[in-house]
């Protein structure tokens, strides 16, 4: 992918039809852009015993981020893609993104 791929595009509501960007080298350039990037990931994946208010707190901060971030798209295709299990991803959990490959395979 080149930085000025398809997929190079700001922050959007609609994630729908973002494609499935499989790899199996991990995150490509993009991931130098990323508003994550020096932030701890441990406020994107949850602890083992986390649940409830907390893990719903730190689920809104942590999509907060991606809601500023300038490669959601991206990220949202590699872990979806990659069929990433855990965390947030391109603002989705793991419970969205499940539902949104559901979603296309029916
Ligand atoms: S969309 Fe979210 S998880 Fe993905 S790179 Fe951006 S800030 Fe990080």
């Not at 595009?9 to 994550?36: F, H, I, M, N």
């Not at 083992?48 to 901060?61: F, L, N, W, Y």
């Not at 893609?81 to 603002?91: A, D, F, L, S, V």
Request: net charge positive; proline share 7%; glycine share 8%.
């Amino acid at each position: 992918m080149t930085a000025h791929s398809t997929l190079d595009r700001t922050p959007t509501s609609d994630l729908s039809a973002v494609p499935y960007e499989p790899s199996a080298e991990g995150p490509g350039e993009w991931w130098q852009r990323a508003a994550c990037r020096d932030r701890n990931a441990e406020l994107f994946f949850h602890a083992d015993h986390e649940r409830g208010p907390s893990r719903a707190v730190r689920t809104a901060k942590a999509k907060a981020v991606c809601g500023t971030c300038p490669v959601i798209v991206q990220c949202l295709a590699y872990a979806l893609g990659n069929r990433e299990p855990y965390g947030i991803w391109g603002g989705l959990d793991e419970q969205e993104r499940a539902r949104l490959v559901r979603r296309r395979v029916s």
